[in-house]
């Protein structure tokens, strides 16, 4: 047992002060009382306190003794003096840290006993490091390699509905290979073994082929439209041997010219070379109707089929015609130009199907004159002449398209 050094005393190991003489004991705690503090700035001052001590009693009975004051545990290490801001602010300022994870408990199957299962710690975000000044940034675009050709402006880009650079290229395409293969089973079933049913399988073949053919636009409706006008021209001359149509001609010619003008008044609004082509058009569909007899075919109807189905669609023709002036319209509409365009075509081949089922059939009961090698050279020629009519429009618009290129160097050397 350890004594007083100034009595000789006998004191405990947890003895601050002698019991007998008053004086400290060497290695004592310090007695600090349990008071309230008030700062100035709002923030009450808790002074440190001491776990596990006895309160040191407020009227000491003798004052050469002192209470001894048991300490259990260090002291917490005292605050920082006051420097007149608020712990808030500081607390503010401080970097703000995250709470602890709480890690759930989970009880086993058996009932005995928990686990505790620990998870990962929680991934930090990496601090943010500090954006440079404005002259210290690197404000240079990235080196972005720029493709070779005049800049695209945006009034290109607006003017692309009005002018299309490739316009009806997967219409024509789709249309070719369906009409072509429809073609080419009516010209096997109603042909037989002959030369001309070869002749016109092949060319319907060769226009199928060419729709498939990787190919520029260009090359592709330069040649549907000489393939569709060569198909066109064998029907024809079948057509004129057999003379089943009077003036089948100028109607074939007719039907291509004004079809494609339409289509290309409806690809492009502005272009002055549509409305000339369409008036061509109309001015050659107009010469068929009076030629053909047109205007006089409902004054000679009678009652069977065989005469006033043709004399329809004699009329239907003129009307499309007349229709077919709305080109003229204002650019802000098509004018319905497609919509004409699709409908003469479609009509073409109604009126020559119904004189060749006239001939097969005729009113009055006589031999056939048609044979089945000539109705296989008109289907194939039919088809020959939709692909050769949608054909024509591209090849209108090739044209347009190289005369407004050449037309804006001398515009802008002039300038």
């Keep these: 047992m350890p004594k007083c050094k100034s009595c000789n005393g006998s004191v405990l190991r947890t003895d601050a002060f002698c019991g007998v003489c008053g004086e400290p004991v060497p290695g004592g705690k310090p007695v600090v009382p349990i008071a309230r503090e008030s700062k100035p700035g709002g923030v009450q001052h808790m002074p440190d306190r001491m776990s596990g001590g006895f309160p040191a009693p407020t009227?000491?009975?003798?004052?050469?003794?002192?209470v001894a004051v048991v300490a259990l545990s260090d002291p917490e290490p005292a605050e920082p003096p006051d420097t007149g801001l608020s712990r808030t602010t500081i607390r503010e300022r401080e970097p703000k840290s995250e709470p602890a994870p709480v890690l759930p408990l989970h009880r086993k199957k058996d009932g005995t006993a928990s686990e505790r299962?620990?998870?990962?710690?929680?991934?930090?975000?990496?601090?943010?490091?500090?954006?440079?000044?404005?002259?210290?940034?690197?404000?240079?675009?990235?080196?972005?390699?720029?493709?070779?050709?005049?800049?695209?402006?945006?009034?290109?880009?607006?003017?692309?509905?009005?002018?299309p650079s490739s316009p009806g290229d997967k219409a024509?395409?789709?249309?070719?290979?369906?009409?072509?293969?429809?073609?080419?089973?009516?010209?096997?079933?109603?042909?037989?073994?002959?030369?001309?049913?070869?002749?016109?399988?092949?060319?319907?073949?060769?226009?199928?082929?060419?729709?498939?053919?990787?190919?520029?636009?260009?090359?592709?409706?330069?040649?549907?439209?000489?393939?569709?006008?060569?198909?066109?021209?064998?029907?024809?001359?079948?057509?004129?041997?057999?003379?089943?149509?009077r003036g089948g001609i100028i109607l074939a010619g007719a039907t291509i010219?004004?079809?494609?003008?339409?289509?290309?008044?409806?690809y492009y609004r502005g272009a002055r070379l549509a409305r000339v082509s369409v008036t061509l058009g109309v001015l050659a569909l107009g010469a068929w109707?009076?030629?053909?007899?047109?205007?006089?075919?409902?004054?000679?109807l009678e009652g069977d089929w065989q005469s006033w189905a043709p004399a329809s669609t004699h009329m239907v023709f003129g009307l499309l015609a007349l229709l077919s002036l709305m080109a003229f319209m204002d650019n802000s509409t098509r004018g319905g130009s497609h919509v004409w365009a699709v409908a003469l075509l479609v009509l073409y081949a109604v009126h020559i199907g119904v004189l060749v089922a006239?001939?097969?059939?005729?009113?009055?009961?006589?031999?056939?004159?048609?044979?089945?090698?000539?109705?296989?050279?008109?289907?194939?020629?039919v088809v020959g002449a939709i692909i050769a009519g949608m054909a024509l429009a591209q090849v209108l618009v090739v044209v347009y398209q190289a005369t407004s290129n050449r037309i804006k160097p001398r515009v802008s050397v002039a300038s």
Aim: glycine residues 8%; contains cysteine.
């Design 289 to 300: 109707f009076f030629v053909s007899g047109g205007h006089e075919s409902l004054v000679m």
């Design 172 to 245: 024509l395409r789709r249309a070719t290979v369906a009409l072509s293969a429809v073609g080419a089973l009516g010209v096997l079933l109603t042909g037989g073994i002959h030369p001309l049913t070869f002749v016109s399988l092949a060319l319907l073949v060769t226009m199928a082929t060419l729709a498939l053919t990787p190919m520029s636009y260009r090359s592709r409706a330069v040649a549907l439209l000489l393939m569709g006008c060569g198909a066109t021209g064998v029907a024809l001359w079948q057509q004129a041997l057999q003379d089943i149509a």
């Design 358 to 381: 006239s001939e097969v059939w005729p009113a009055q009961a006589s031999h056939v004159r048609i044979e089945g090698q000539t109705i296989a050279t008109i289907v194939a020629g």
């Design 117 to 163: 299962k620990e998870d990962p710690a929680p991934v930090r975000p990496e601090p943010e490091t500090p954006r440079a000044s404005a002259p210290d940034r690197d404000t240079s675009l990235p080196n972005v390699p720029i493709p070779p050709g005049p800049p695209i402006l945006a009034s290109d880009l607006l003017r692309e509905p009005m002018r």
């Design 257 to 266: 010219l004004l079809s494609g003008s339409l289509l290309f008044r409806a």
């Design 59 to 66: 009227a000491p009975t003798s004052p050469a003794r002192a």
